[in-house]
């Protein structure tokens, strides 16, 4: 089944204590991103990558990190998490279109995280 | 920078009846745009994608198009059930890049 997987789906944590949110997908896309969805302030994106070792930023990505070493996995690194990056974040993936932009984007289910 | 706006943010409608969402965006050099439908608590699923070429996309009850001169795209409910209710969102990406930028989405309610 295709699918893009997240782990955890849930997580309370303390600041400052480092934390790994990973992401894989089983589809051979070579478009992996990472978003925030926060009340009021809708999704918004967070980093982005069109393939191995190739990552970008998008509209939020200051307090992360990311990595690209495999096609299949992209993790989302809050090296010292703090109480604004309690959120609702999600993973998706899609192939690139030969003329630019993305496909079809498939998300996880989602990683709830409260940093306390 | 691409900004993408959904009005209205709710809607509730009876059963039977068909509708219409709307998104508009500010860059008119839109490589796709992409209707999502969100779940309460759940991820998003990909409803439609058009490509920068296209002008429109149809899915059983579902229509979006998309008018690139006016950034506008529209999507087009027929016949509303109660297993439509949902939060719908759209998206673009920015011109010449892969950033992706999302509206806030329309909460639908379809009453039975």
């Known amino acids: 089944e295709a699918q893009v997987t997240q782990n955890p789906r849930y997580l309370i944590t303390v600041t400052g204590k480092k934390l790994t949110v990973t992401c894989s997908q089983n589809m051979n896309h070579e478009y992996m991103s990472w978003y925030r969805q926060d009340p009021g302030l809708g999704l918004r994106q967070i980093y982005y990558?069109?393939?191995?070792?190739?990552?970008d930023k998008g509209d939020v990505p200051e307090g992360y990190k990311v990595s690209r070493k495999e096609k299949r996995n992209f993790p989302l690194i809050l090296e010292s998490p703090s109480p604004n990056q309690t959120s609702l974040y999600f993973c998706?993936?899609?192939?690139?279109?030969?003329?630019?932009?993305?496909?079809?984007?498939?998300f996880g289910e989602g990683s709830r995280l409260t940093v306390l | 920078k691409q900004e993408v706006t959904q009005i209205p943010a709710a809607l509730s409608v009876p059963e039977g009846e068909n509708l219409v969402l709307n998104c508009s965006f500010t860059?008119?050099?839109?490589?796709?745009l992409q209707w999502f439908r969100q779940d309460p608590g759940k991820g998003l699923t990909s409803l439609l994608l058009?490509?920068?070429?296209?002008r429109e996309q149809t899915s059983g009850r579902l229509n979006a198009s998309l008018d690139k001169s006016s950034g506008r795209s529209t999507l087009y409910i027929a016949a509303s059930q109660p297993g439509d209710s949902a939060t719908y969102l759209c998206?673009?990406?920015?011109?010449?890049?892969?950033?992706?930028?999302f509206g806030k989405g329309t909460k639908l309610t379809v009453n039975p």
């Open positions: 860059d008119s050099a839109i490589y796709n």
């Open positions: 998706a993936s899609s192939l690139l279109r030969t003329g630019g932009g993305t496909g079809e984007l498939f």
């Open positions: 990558s069109m393939n191995v070792e190739v990552t």
């Open positions: 058009i490509q920068s070429s296209q």
């Open positions: 998206a673009g990406s920015q011109g010449g890049s892969e950033k992706l930028v």
